[in-house]
């Protein structure tokens, strides 16, 4: 019996290619049109598909440092303690966010950081405009006047000294409270999150909390007149082991690329990567194929399907070349994985906001920690082993013969890669 969803495809592909002869606009055309039947088909598949619980594998600490951390996977666990970390606040809240749904829980983070204002403390507020379009302006409206907010918009003022510079959505989530304790990771608010989806965030509480409040006060400071920055602080001392990492395209700054990087091309044993989106540069590619290729265990986990299927489709042209150079791709199915984490050799980790695509490394403002710590290293390989039981591993004989009609769906989206 004929699969409906993979004859869609190849319709499209067989009109994509005629399509494709013509040139440029001919490609354009191609790509739309098997954009157009992938959407079509995930639409199908979303309404057939039962809403299930997502996985927790728990939440899992250490001490690191003077710092103590904490992982979590589960989003009403880290809700529950971003909201008390808020209601206890005693002196400054800074809150940055990508996605702020408009249900239940974006209610509770509204009402929280409003009593907090309007109790004295000093709240600043960042979330990106474009992200939240489909919110009700009412919703945002319902913020004290006592909560300084900024609305992030995609295009800045400026915009003419510099298209990059002055663009870039603010895909960071990250919440500091009183310079003490912070939290950053993959979690967007919204209830949808706290269940359904995989996820994972680190609360740090000690010193280190110092370069979170930074990246968040550095971005609200570039776009706000001196008296109404955030006061700088300083650090407690030279020596940290939990670093920050910001992507601010403001200032051309793009550390979180650097460190993936550099930690790669030191792996010696293995590198374990989660990641929901998978678009990466050559540089980021041909480090992870030479690491497997000298011996490194290098496994790659991302969602058998993602809420983004353009992006699955551009991720699986890759999928070859990794395979023939020994990387295992490992098929989350339980859920959306949405987790951005790392860790190599049992001594390097990160966790963060960041994908590994051009938008998160290049585009993009991002918040990573960067943690060179074996006893965190072994919390979040904790973490990976439990999901990797609820992933498939792509074999390279199966990959072979996937149908041609994907083969080509896969080619005409190709181009599309530097965009995503």
């Known amino acids: 019996m004929t699969n409906p969803h993979s004859s869609a495809l190849a319709r499209a592909c067989r009109l994509a290619g005629k399509t494709a002869l013509i040139g440029t606009g001919g490609l354009i055309g191609a790509q739309l049109t098997v954009v157009g039947a992938l959407a079509a088909i995930d639409g199908i598949k979303q309404r057939g598909r039962r809403k299930r619980d997502a996985p927790r594998p728990g939440t899992f600490h250490a001490q690191v440092g003077d710092s103590r951390l904490s992982v979590y996977t589960s989003g009403g666990a880290l809700?529950?303690?971003?909201?008390?970390?808020i209601d206890g606040a005693q002196s400054s809240i800074q809150l940055e966010t990508f996605i702020w749904k408009g249900d239940e829980m974006g209610q509770r983070f509204i009402d929280a950081l409003n009593r907090a204002g309007d109790r004295g403390v000093r709240?600043?507020?960042?979330y990106d405009g474009f992200a939240n379009l489909v919110v009700k302006p009412s919703f945002f409206g319902q913020f004290s006047d006592a909560v300084d907010v900024w609305r992030m918009p995609v295009v800045r003022r400026g915009f003419w000294k510099g298209l990059i510079r002055h663009t870039g959505l603010d895909h960071?989530?990250?919440?500091?409270?009183?310079?003490?304790?912070?939290?950053?990771?993959?979690y967007n608010i919204g209830s949808m999150y706290a269940r359904q989806w995989r996820d994972t965030h680190v609360r740090v509480i000690g010193p280190d909390v110092w370069g979170l409040r930074n990246s968040i006060s550095r971005k609200w400071n570039t776009a706000h007149a001196p008296q109404d920055h955030i006061p700088w602080i300083p650090a407690d001392d030279w020596k940290q082991e939990v670093h920050a990492a910001s992507n601010i395209p403001l200032q051309l700054v793009y550390p979180i690329r650097g460190l993936y990087l550099t930690a790669i091309e030191r792996a010696k044993d293995h590198v374990y990567?989660?990641?929901?989106?998978?678009?990466?540069d050559q540089q980021i590619l041909s480090a992870l194929l030479d690491a497997s290729r000298r011996g490194v265990d290098v496994r790659v986990m991302l969602p058998k399907d993602s809420n983004h299927i353009v992006a699955d489709w551009v991720s699986r042209g890759f999928y070859k070349e990794m395979l023939d150079a020994g990387v295992t791709i490992l098929l989350y199915r339980a859920s959306m994985i949405h987790a951005k984490t790392a860790t190599i050799d049992g001594q390097w980790s990160t966790v963060g906001?960041?994908?590994?695509?051009?938008?998160?490394?290049?585009?993009?403002?991002?918040?990573n920690v960067e943690v060179i710590d074996a006893a965190f290293a072994a919390e979040v390989e904790k973490v990976f082993a439990a999901d990797s039981e609820h992933c498939e591993v792509l074999k390279p004989a199966a990959w072979s013969d996937r149908p041609l009609m994907a083969r080509a769906a896969e080619t005409i989206l190709s181009p599309l890669r530097p965009f995503m």
């Open 353 to 367: 906001t960041a994908n590994i695509d051009r938008l998160s490394l290049s585009f993009n403002y991002e918040t």
């Open 79 to 85: 809700y529950d303690h971003m909201i008390e970390a």
């Open 172 to 186: 960071s989530k990250v919440l500091v409270v009183d310079d003490a304790v912070a939290f950053v990771g993959g």
């Open 273 to 280: 990567v989660n990641t929901p989106y998978f678009v990466p």
């Open 123 to 126: 709240v600043h507020v960042i």
